[in-house]
T-cell receptor, first 111, second 115 residues
Framework: KNEVEQSPQNLTAQEGEFITINCSYSVGISALHWLQQHPGGGIVSLFMLSSGKKKHGRLIATINIQEKHSSLHITASHPRDSAVYICAVSPLGTSGSRLTFGEGTQLTVNP | DGGITQSPKYLFRKEGQNVTLSCEQNLNHDAMYWYRQDPGQGLRLIYYSQIVNDFQKGDIAEGYSVSREKKESFPLTVTSAQKNPTAFYLC??????????????FGDGTRLSIL
């Protein structure tokens, strides 16, 4: 079993829909990261959080440390949001920036 | 603008050849990382370096080698000992201190294929 599990693996939505991607992990962590991988392959860091909730534009990330669970929400989705979204964690006991990654969620938003 | 540059974007290797993937950063980051991405799998750590002239094996280091002679550069060599080198390779960098809580910055990747 992977230490970081994401669901769903694939998600197709219509423009304007509210989207949720889930991430569960099985180890103690110091931080959780949400990343976005563009079709060309480059990766951008969206959020890093260790508690509570963060918001940036139409993106919202939440984390529940007790339940070892995080969600990434996209409000008013747009075709340009189509990408792979990756959850990663910084496990306790490892160097501060070493990450363990989920397999990613492929999101397609149709116009 | 600061960032990470990986080159080349596409690379082809013949059987038995070593190839070197370049990664350069101008973010003044101490830590650098090499990851491998295969279809349907999460990124896996090959090697990482937290400071110049020092590096550690990651989870899948066999068949790979690295050097860290300069802070800005962390080249990855895929040797002929790597039996399945076809993959997408990503380089990243960050500040190593946990108190900084800084995310990793990624390059655009190099796609390596076997001829």
């Amino acid at each position: 079993k992977n230490e970081v599990e994401q669901s769903p693996q694939n998600l197709t939505a219509q423009e304007g829909e509210f989207i949720t991607i889930n991430c569960s992990y099985s180890v103690g962590i110091s931080a959780l990261h949400w990343l976005q991988q563009h079709p060309g392959g480059g990766i951008v860091s969206l959020f890093m959080l260790s508690s509570g909730k963060k918001k940036h534009g139409r993106l919202i990330a939440t984390i529940n440390i007790q339940e070892k669970h995080s969600s990434l929400h996209i409000t008013a989705s747009h075709p340009r949001d189509s990408a792979v979204y990756i959850c990663a964690v910084s496990p306790l006991g490892t160097s501060g920036s070493r990450l363990t990654f989920g397999e990613g969620t492929q999101l397609t938003v149709n116009p | 603008d600061g960032g990470i540059t990986q080159s080349p974007k596409y690379l082809f290797r013949k059987e038995g050849q070593n190839v070197t993937l370049s990664c350069e950063q101008n973010l003044n980051h101490d830590a650098m990382y090499w990851y491998r991405q295969d279809p349907g799998q999460g990124l896996r750590l090959i090697y990482y370096s937290q400071i110049v002239n020092d590096f550690q094996k990651g989870d899948i280091a066999e068949g790979y080698s690295v050097s860290r002679e300069k802070k800005e550069s962390f080249p990855l060599t895929v040797t002929s000992a790597q039996k399945n080198p076809t993959a997408f390779y990503l380089c990243a960098s960050s500040t190593p201190r946990q108190a900084d809580n800084q995310p990793q910055h990624f390059g655009d990747g190099t796609r390596l294929s076997i001829l």
